[in-house]
């Protein structure tokens, strides 16, 4: 059928990968501030910051548009330093009938994982979501480093 759908990005931090999980497992509040073109909000709603079971928001910018979307943590590990992210509302899941994100860091990469299954057979691949993404990546990097 072809609905499904996975895409992976592995990239090289400069700053290393501790210092990016990090960013994303306790301090993920100051991602707007440090990607403030691509992520214009984050919110908790229910829970802590990235726990297991958390609820968050956010809101970002794609293709010159706001978007929104709701997520549910569903795993956390620090020992590998994943987070499993399970969008449960917004905008994405117009297109999409689930769509979720796995991030990891490893020494010195990141690995970002989107799985999606597609509503219809002419919905997009979430490219430009992904490359939203990958800018915010690079933004967060940039910030780091400078550090």
Known sequence: MGLKGKLIALMEMKCGGDSFFDILHTNTHYVPNLSPTNVVHFGIHEGEIIKPGSIVSWKYNEAGQEMY???????????????????????????????????????????????????????????????????????????????
């Open 69 to 147: 979307m709701k997520q549910l943590i569903e795993s956390v590990d620090t020992h590998k330093k994943s987070i499993k992210w399970k969008v449960i509302e917004g905008d994405l899941l117009k297109l999409y009938n689930y769509f979720n994100v796995i991030t990891s860091c490893e020494g010195q990469w990141t690995t970002w994982t989107i799985e999606y299954e597609k509503k219809t057979e002419d919905t997009p691949e979430p490219l430009v979501h992904f490359g939203v993404v990958l800018a915010m990546i690079k933004d967060i990097e940039g910030r780091l480093v400078k550090k």
